[in-house]
Structure formats: structure tokens, C-alpha cells
């Protein structure tokens, strides 16, 4: 049957008529296009994206950072190394350390606590929880179970997520799913890490500690998220074998085939779907390994340097791995005005990005940024230790009970 | 293994949550199941009570022993902290040097670790105090 | 009610008995007190055992049944309990044998004090002794015993100026009466440097300021006072024994610079007695950390609060001095067996009584006082004896 007919009679009988395959669907969907020009339908492999009536975004935010730091320099002292190959090479000057009796966990109550300081919401009152990172404390035992019974959320959709250093977006893309769905009314999305390098290793320069807590919901956003897309391949860049203590990674080929690749794709795809080029955004924020790579693709997706400066936080806490990308949108949320457009893009390696089409809503005037400190405050309150309390506070010094 | 023991006063350790007796006001940190000024009058009626995680050192002292469960953080500070809802606190204080506390500075409650049941077992969640920044800075 | 009176009195050396085992000790003291008593086992009535923490050091519990059985007091069948109050464990059983005998219930009464503390490492003693403050609000989040000592003794320096040399002479002074006892753990005189230039153990309070880990046990020999002269000559009355609990935790008081039990405690004594500070010839005060004594002192009435330390430095507190303080050597060089602790003092104090302290024998002693507490100052239990 000729599918304009087919798509004439599910329109008139309210019935699906069904496609004899994907070509026809596809087509069909181009007809509905030309014929809703108000309503914006986008194509995307075969399936609808409407995009909704309601505004879903982030309601309120908040981060933490743990107040030690190690000068990489410190740390090339140790392993022989030259002070100017991290903080010239990799662009870090220090990172942050968990205290010893700081984790993953504490980490995400105390960045939840700060977005709550901003703006309550309840416990009741949030649907679900979804806590990413690669430094669980618990292999089997979520965070996010706790992060429910620390603000008494026990009707809520826990779990935790695991995609290298972009656990934390992806739990962000959840949490708009659902509230999207209409199945929940908020919901909390935690990026949050005490990551660990071997020691001796490049990534002992910048794994670090830290994380950030959005709560999405559809009343009272702050800053609307506008669309979300994600680029996912298998990528063995950067990988942990189970029972392994340290992760190991491709050296070189984490760069090009990795980071660059579907941190790129992803943008691309984002601003193709939403209509924008890299000019219409304020902010842009990237995942950030190092102090170099942003600069580096945002360069080549046409971005400045000033676009990015108020997000880039890794030359001074190193790599927060779930934490790097939205502590560095939290960042940019502390200073950023109504009308603001920001681009956010993470990646994960193993390999994947997700990212983010931002707008500041006229609520961030009515929001009070100022009840939790801000990510550049954080950044600026800090006490040096030197290697030897570094081993001790990761705890890479073989303890004997 | 030790599990009940702790899991059961996990609300109160995560989130300075105490109880208040509602005939004389009075706000009680460690919960209490009765009041000790009312007595039976409050028995079965105490209710819950969540602080606010403010406070100020009343009195400190820095550990030097060895202690079970604490030999990586030895020295450390520990206090008694008087909040403004009333009740004093038993608690450690943390990111800061011990020749930077003194008695009458404004701290704030923290969620950190504080111990586990060894390398296999539970790990226990609770609060300790950090310097009040915000308050130190104005 | 009728009053009780001391017929006999024994010890052992506190020390680190690395030959004798819990029941070794208790068994030792026992007999010696019954000796002393020129009694037999057959004569003894009930047994009252001090212990805090047997189950804990060496694993057993059932103590008083235990001491009564390697006592040799089995055939009589006689009842033996153990009473806990931390470290007023040894005056609370004197407490419980005074109102057994008091009230007419039991006649002759053996009451005992022991701990074996060095069976296990320091960390391991450390929590143990940890039991006596409160173990989910206190030493859950890292306050050890002597952490709780060391705040009292930091609010106490902030709110009266006293200073840590002020604060080294209680040891010092202990330290000069313990070299004259034989039965001390520790039997060397030290200075006010020694104390400060000590080990720290939580700030202020280093080591020098906190008593030892120590073996020990004590026991007396209680009688009707109306029947004590058939037994002995030098019979010594109980004129008071008081005991008052407050707030487990530091953080439920009001002040951290008094102790609301060891005031209610020596009110009560006193008044029991018909005695007033002045009336006191020496005292054993609890110095198990050199504040607890310091504050004891004040709340018992002998010195203004703020102010314990002029008695000190005024040199009263020796044994030739208008206040005779801790003549045995205290728990800081006599040393600290916790539950045996409570009725050493008394053990000393009837020794002192009856003329028979040697060395360091204060002069004309008619009555002296004991000063035990349990936990931080949590109990306090007040005993006052004085020539028959």
C-alpha cells in the first residue's frame, strides 16, 4: 500500500497502521514533519523526540570540594619527574585530596547537602536517586541507598551508575528522563568521586576528589535543560579489571579515538538537533582530564578560551572524575544570568559522552546562590600536604588490621 | 560483624536528628526516650528534632594515644560543641590544624566517615565538625 | 540501722603482675584481710566484689563467684556478687557490704576491689576502660577516656587560669608519697619538668597526669561496730558511705568544671558523719587524671572552685601538711587497678587510722576520707571513717 495512504487512514481511524519496514516509517515520519510546523518533531534513527510542552531542569545545585591539595609538582618530586611535565605538560598545578575520612559518599551527602541549603526540597517529595562514580565505597551496597536515607527519600528510585567519569551525566540524563515522564516530581542526579591513579603513573597528577548534586524537576527551574543526546562506542581507552586495585589506560590512544572523538560527535550531534552554533552559547563546559584537552576541542568545535574559563577547574583540583563535568557546570551556574545558553559535554571512558543544551531561566534572580559556598570558593579554601599524608589519606599505604 | 547496633541509630548520626520533649521544650542531643525533667509526662511522647549542624567549641583536646580504629588520623581533635538549639555535642573536628582551634569558634556539622568493622565489614557514617568558613570569614 | 565498722584489712603490691592471674590477686588480698581480721573463712557471712571489667580483660565473668570459690568460701556456700560502677567499682561494693551489715541482714561481711589490666595491649585497655563514658555518643566518634579528662581540664584552665605546671604539682605530689609505700606501683619522686616534658596524651593531660595501667586488689573485713572489739583492738568506723550518680556524658552537664555528684555525694557524707571539711584529717581523692582530683577537692569543700591549686603550692597537701592528700601515693603512683581502686583507698586510710603507714604516716589521724568516682565523675561515692 502507498504510505501516504497508510498514514491518511491511521490518521482518520486512530489506529496504527503498521509499516512494512523502517524505510516507510521514516518517510512517514518526514510527511508528519512538513505538515507540523508548530510543534517541532525531530528525526532522529527512526524515533519521535517531541520536545515537551513543560520546562524540565535543574532546580538547584551544589558541590563540594575537599579542602586538601598535593602540588603536582610534589608529586613529580617523588617519582622523578620534572615540575614543568605536569604543570606545563598537563596543565595541573595541584588536585584535591579526600581526607581520610572523606569517600564517594560523604562527598555526595555533603554537595546534595549544599544544593539543599540553596533550596529544600524534601525528602517526600524526590522520586529518585541515581548516584555515578567509579569509587563506590561499597562494590555491592549503593550510594545511592544512603543518600535516601540521609534526606528520608524511602519511596524513591535508587541505584547507582558506573560509566568511568561520565556516571555523573548520565545520572542526570535519568533523572530528566523521569521527571520528563512525568513518573516523578524531582529527582537527584550525583556525580561524585575519590578517584585514584597508580602511583607513578600520569594519572597520579590529576585523579582527585570531588562531586555535585543537581536536583531536576519542573517547578522553579533555575536552568532549563533544553535537549540531551549521548555518543556511545567501545572504546578501551581507559578501564579498571575487577579485583584490580588501579585502572589502567591506552596511554596516547586515550586522546584522539577517545576524548576527542565522542566528546565531538556528541557536541555535534547536540547543536545539529537544537539548531545552535558554538557562537549562541555563553558557557561551555567539557570534560576535563587535564588543564590542555578542553582548550583543545573546544578549539576545534569553535569555542573560546573565555567560554570556558569559568568551568575549567581541573589546572587546581586535577580530574573529579563523575564530578569533573558537573562541578564544572555547577561553576558556571554560580555566576551565570538569566538567558545564559551553556554547552555541556562529558565523557566517560569505555567510551562515551553526554551532553547538555543549558539555558538560565529569570528563577536563578529568585534562587539564593549564596547559602552553600561556591565552586570558585571552594576551589580558593585549601590546606597543601605533602606525598607521605597523600598515601596516607587514599589509604595506598598496605594497612594491617 | 556488628551490624544492628550501628544501623540502628543511623538517622540520628547521619542527620543530627534528636528529640524534643513537648511538655517542657527542652531539645535533647543524644535522643533521649524520656525527658529527665518531666519524666513520665513525656514518656511515649518525645518527639524528633532535627538540628541545625551549627555550633561553637565549649571545650577541645587532641588525641595522642593509639586508639582502636583511629591509628591512621592520630593526632586528632576532639570537642564538646554547644549549639544554638541547646544540646552539647561529642564529636571530632576535622580540616583543621590543632594550633588553629580554640574554645568559642563557630564550627558546623559535616557527614564523614568514622569508623568500619574492618576491611570486610560496615562502614559507619556520622558527623564531625568543620570550622564554620562562612562565619570565619566575615 | 546500726552502724559498721572495718575489722580488718588487706592488699596486694599494685603493679604489672605478669605472674598472677585475676584469681591470684583477689584471693591474695581476701586472705590477707581475713588475717588481718584474725577471722576464718567459716565466719564470713556474704561477699561483695569491686570489678569493672573482667569479662573484658580476661574474658570472665561470674566474678564473685569465682573469687568466692578459689577463696576457699565454697563449703559455706555463702553469696558473692560482683558490683560495677567503672572505676567506683571497689567503693560501690563497700557501699553494698555497708548497707548488707547495716541493715542487720549479714553479720560479717568480706568485701573485695580487683583488676587485672595487663593481660592485654595498650590500645585494647584503652577501649575497655572507653566502657565507663557513654560507647555510641562519646567513644564512638573518638573520645577516649583520657580525651574526656583532657576537655575538663582545658574548660577548667579557660574558665579559672590555672596553668599546666599549676596542674604537675598533684602528680608530683603524689609521686612524693608513693616513693614512701612499698605496696606503689611506682616508687620514684618526680618534678613539675617531668610532668610537662612527658609524653602527651590527649592535650593537656600527658601521661604524667593520668594514672597507670595496673594489677591490684584490696579487700576489708566489715562487722557490726558493736561486736568489732571482739575481733580487734583498733576497729575503724564507717561514718559515712555515700554515693550519687549524674549525666554519663560530659556533653549532658551543665559545667565541665564541677561534678554535681561528687557535691551531692560529700553533702551527704558529711551530714552522715556530722563531720565538715575542716573536721577531716587526710584525704584518698580519686586522681586517676590530675583534674578529677583538682575538682574533687573544690566540690568536697576544701578549697575554693578555681582555687585547688593554692592548696598545692601552699605545700598542704603533703603528709605532714594541714591537708594530707593521697598518702598512699593515689592512683597516679599507687597506682589504678580500676575495681580494686575504691577499697585500696579505704585500706590506706585504716592503716593511716591505726598508726600502722610506716614512712609516710600522717600525724594524729582520727579521720580521714575517701573520694572514689566511676566513669568522668559520672558516680561519686564518698566514704568517711574515723577511730573507734
Known amino acids: 500500500m502507498d504510505f501516504r495512504i497508510k498514514n491518511l487512514l491511521s490518521r482518520l481511524f486512530r489506529f496504527p497502521v503498521l509499516c512494512e519496514n523502517l524505510n516507510e516509517r521514516t518517510k512517514a515520519s518526514e510527511i508528519v514533519n ?58 595541573i598545578l595541584s588536585k584535591s585530596v579526600p581526607g581520610y575520612d572523606e569517600d564517594a559518599a560523604t562527598i555526595a551527602v555533603e554537595a546534595l547537602r549544599n544544593a539543599l541549603r540553596r533550596k529544600n526540597i524534601p525528602g517526600e517529595k524526590i522520586g529518585a536517586i541515581f548516584v555515578g562514580s567509579e569509587s563506590h565505597p561499597y562494590a555491592v551496597k549503593p550510594t545511592a541507598s544512603l543518600i535516601a536515607e540521609v534526606i528520608g527519600a524511602y519511596r524513591a528510585h535508587a541505584a547507582d551508575l558506573e560509566f568511568a567519569c561520565k556516571a555523573g551525566t548520565a545520572a542526570m540524563q535519568n533523572v530528566y528522563a523521569m521527571v520528563k515522564a512525568g513518573m516523578i516530581e ?48 567501545d572504546t578501551p581507552d581507559f578501564w579498571r579489571r575487577e579485583g584490580q586495585r588501579y585502572p589502567s589506560h591506552g596511554g596516547r590512544f586515550t586522546g584522539e579515538p577517545a576524548y576527542f572523538k565522542h566528546i565531538i560527535s556528541a557536541a555535534k550531534i547536540l547543536m545539529e538537533k537544537v539548531g545552535t552554533k558554538p557562537e549562541d552559547y555563553d558557557y ?34 586535577g580530574n573529579t572524575y563523575s564530578g569533573a563535568t558537573p562541578t564544572g557546570l555547577s561553576a558556571i551556574l554560580d555566576v551565570a544570568k538569566p538567558g545564559d545558553r551553556i554547552l555541556a559535554v562529558s565523557f566517560g571512558s569505555g567510551a562515551g559522552s553526554d551532553a547538555f543544551d543549558i539555558t538560565v531561566t529569570d528563577e536563578i534572580e529568585n534562587f539564593n546562590r549564596d547559602a552553600a559556598p561556591k565552586v570558585w570558593d571552594m576551589i580558593n579554601r585549601k590546606k597543601y600536604i605533602d606525598y607521605a599524608i597523600y598515601l596516607k589519606f587514599r589509604r595506598m599505604i598496605v594497612e594491617v588490621d | 560483624m556488628v551490624v544492628p547496633r550501628f544501623w540502628r541509630e543511623r538517622r540520628h548520626r547521619y542527620s543530627l536528628i534528636g528529640t524534643q520533649c513537648p511538655v517542657c521544650g527542652t531539645v535533647y542531643f543524644p535522643p533521649r526516650n524520656v525527658c529527665p525533667k518531666c519524666g513520665r509526662k513525656s514518656l511515649g511522647k518525645m518527639e524528633e528534632f532535627q538540628l541545625s549542624g551549627k555550633g561553637k567549641i565549649y571545650s577541645y583536646t587532641i588525641v595522642h594515644q593509639n586508639v582502636l580504629g583511629y591509628k591512621y588520623q592520630k593526632p586528632y581533635i576532639m570537642a564538646i560543641i554547644e549549639t544554638p538549639e541547646g544540646p552539647k555535642i561529642t564529636a571530632q ?3 583543621i590544624e590543632p594550633e588553629e582551634v580554640h574554645i568559642g569558634m563557630p564550627v558546623r556539622a559535616v557527614f564523614r566517615r568514622i569508623t568500619e568493622d574492618g576491611k570486610a565489614g560496615i562502614i559507619q557514617y556520622g558527623y564531625k565538625f568543620v570550622p564554620d568558613w562562612e562565619e570565619l570569614e566575615k | 540501722m546500726r552502724d559498721v565498722a572495718i575489722i580488718g584489712a588487706g592488699e596486694t603490691k599494685y603493679g604489672e603482675h605478669w605472674d598472677k592471674s585475676l584469681r591470684d590477686l583477689a584471693v591474695e588480698a581476701g586472705l590477707k584481710a581475713l588475717e588481718d581480721a584474725g577471722i576464718y573463712a567459716e565466719d564470713i557471712q556474704a561477699m561483695f566484689g569491686g570489678n569493672m571489667s573482667a569479662g573484658s580483660f580476661v574474658g570472665q565473668d561470674h566474678v564473685g563467684a569465682l573469687m568466692a570459690d578459689f577463696a576457699g568460701l565454697t563449703e559455706t556456700m555463702i553469696p558473692a556478687m560482683r558490683i560495677e560502677s567503672a572505676c567506683a567499682s571497689g567503693a560501690a561494693a563497700l557501699h553494698a557490704g555497708y548497707m548488707a551489715v547495716a541493715s542487720g541482714l549479714y553479720d560479717i561481711v568480706l568485701v573485695g576491689g580487683v583488676e587485672k589490666m595487663t593481660d592485654l595491649p595498650g590500645d585494647m585497655v584503652t577501649d575497655i576502660l572507653a566502657g565507663a563514658a557513654d560507647r555510641e555518643w562519646e567513644v564512638f566518634f573518638g573520645a577516649t577516656f583520657p580525651a574526656l579528662g583532657a576537655m575538663m581540664a582545658r574548660r577548667y584552665m579557660y574558665e579559672f587560669g590555672m596553668t599546666r605546671e599549676q596542674m604537675a604539682l598533684f602528680p608530683v605530689i603524689a609521686h612524693k608519697h608513693g616513693a614512701l609505700n612499698p605496696d606503689a606501683h611506682f616508687q620514684r619522686e618526680i618534678t613539675v619538668d617531668t610532668v610537662l616534658n612527658s609524653a602527651m596524651v590527649a592535650d593537656p593531660l600527658t601521661i604524667m597526669n593520668c594514672s597507670p595501667v595496673s594489677d591490684g586488689a584490696a579487700a576489708v573485713v566489715l562487722a557490726p561496730a558493736e561486736i568489732a572489739r571482739k575481733y580487734t583492738d583498733s576497729p575503724i568506723k564507717i561514718s559515712a558511705s555515700t554515693f550519687a ?46 583534674i578529677i582530683a583538682i575538682i574533687g577537692l573544690e566540690d568536697l569543700g576544701f578549697a575554693k572552685k ?52 610506716g614512712k609516710r604516716q600522717v600525724e594524729d589521724a582520727k579521720v580521714g576520707l575517701t573520694h572514689n568516682v566511676g566513669g568522668i565523675m559520672t558516680s561519686s561515692i564518698i566514704h568517711i571513717l574515723e577511730v573507734m
Do not use: C
Open chain 3, 306 to 357: 578555681g582555687e585547688a591549686h593554692k592548696l598545692a603550692e601552699e605545700g598542704q597537701l603533703y603528709y605532714d601538711g594541714d591537708l594530707p592528700y593521697n598518702p598512699s601515693g593515689g592512683l597516679k603512683a599507687k597506682g589504678h587497678p580500676v575495681g580494686a581502686t575504691g577499697v585500696g583507698q579505704v585500706v590506706e586510710i585504716v592503716k593511716q587510722l591505726r598508726n600502722e603507714a
Open chain 1, 186 to 233: 524531582y529527582g537527584i542526579a550525583i556525580g561524585t568521586d575519590t578517584s585514584q591513579g597508580q602511583p607513578g603513573d600520569a594519572l597520579d597528577f590529576s585523579a582527585s576528589a570531588g562531586g555535585t548534586a543537581f536536583i531536576i524537576g519542573k517547578d522553579e527551574v533555575i536552568a532549563e535543560i533544553n535537549d540531551t543526546v549521548s555518543y556511545v562506542t
Open chain 3, 245 to 290: 550518680n549524674e549525666y554519663i556524658s560530659l556533653h549532658s552537664r551543665e559545667s565541665l568544671v564541677r561534678s554535681v555528684s561528687t557535691i551531692e555525694a560529700g553533702k551527704k557524707a558529711y551530714r552522715m558523719a556530722k563531720k565538715e571539711p575542716k573536721d577531716i584529717d587526710l584525704v584518698e581523692i580519686h586522681d586517676a587524671f590530675s
Open chain 2, 93 to 95: 573536628i576535622v580540616d
Open chain 1, 284 to 317: 561551555a563546559v567539557f570534560h576535563q582530564p587535564n588543564g590542555k584537552f578542553p582548550h583543545r576541542v573546544g578549539k576545534r568545535l569553535g569555542f573560546t578560551k573565555e567560554q570556558i574559563k569559568q568551568g575549567l577547574l581541573t589546572p587546581y583540583i
Open chain 1, 34 to 91: 512538513r505538515r507540523n510546523q508548530n510543534t517541532i518533531k525531530i528525526k532522529y534513527n527512526g524515533l519521535h523526540f517531541p520536545r515537551g510542552e513543560i520546562m524540565v531542569g535543574i532546580v538547584t545545585y551544589g558541590s563540594y570540594i575537599p579542602i586538601y591539595r598535593i602540588k603536582t609538582a610534589e608529586i613529580a618530586r617523588m617519582w622523578g619527574d620534572k615540575p614543568e611535565h605536569p604543570e606545563n605538560g598537563l596543565g
